[in-house]
């Protein structure tokens, strides 16, 4: 089935295989979801995510598809003193993000 393309390096991985043909562009993980959901595609979509999907609509992982992780991190600003916000937001992140 055709690959949905974004741009992005696990995409240009993928693609570079030559196991998938180019399918059709999406931007963002609503769009890609309900692409794959439609059973026609296939897709890269974060295991937190494509869990919620298949409550709705039963999804396969594609057998020995490689896996992918992403590490993320968050940066604020040395010299100005944190908000509210920003301090229960990295303390959220300390907390679950470890």
Same mark, same amino acid.
């Given at each position: 089935?055709?690959? #949905?393309?974004?741009?992005?390096?696990? #995409?240009?991985?993928?693609?570079?295989?030559?196991?998938?043909?180019?399918?059709?562009?999406? =931007?963002?993980?609503?769009?890609?979801?309900?692409?794959?959901?439609?059973?026609?595609?296939?897709?890269?979509?974060?295991?937190?995510?494509?869990?919620?999907?298949?409550?709705?609509?039963?999804?396969?992982?594609?057998?020995?598809?490689?896996?992918? =992780?992403?590490?993320?991190?968050? #940066?604020?600003?040395?010299?100005?003193?944190?908000?509210?916000?920003?301090?229960?937001?990295?303390? #959220?992140?300390?907390?679950?993000?470890?």
């Amino acid at each position: 089935m055709p690959l #949905i393309y974004r741009a992005h390096p696990f #995409i240009y991985d993928l693609m570079s295989t030559g196991k998938y043909i180019r399918g059709p562009v999406a =931007s963002g993980l609503e769009a890609v979801a309900c692409l794959v959901a439609s059973g026609q595609y296939v897709g890269v979509l974060p295991e937190h995510y494509a869990k919620e999907i298949s409550m709705l609509h039963p999804l396969v992982e594609v057998k020995n598809s490689p896996n992918y =992780s992403n590490k993320l991190c968050a #940066i604020v600003e040395k010299y100005r003193p944190p908000s509210a916000a920003i301090d229960l937001f990295v303390g #959220i992140l300390k907390k679950y993000c470890r």
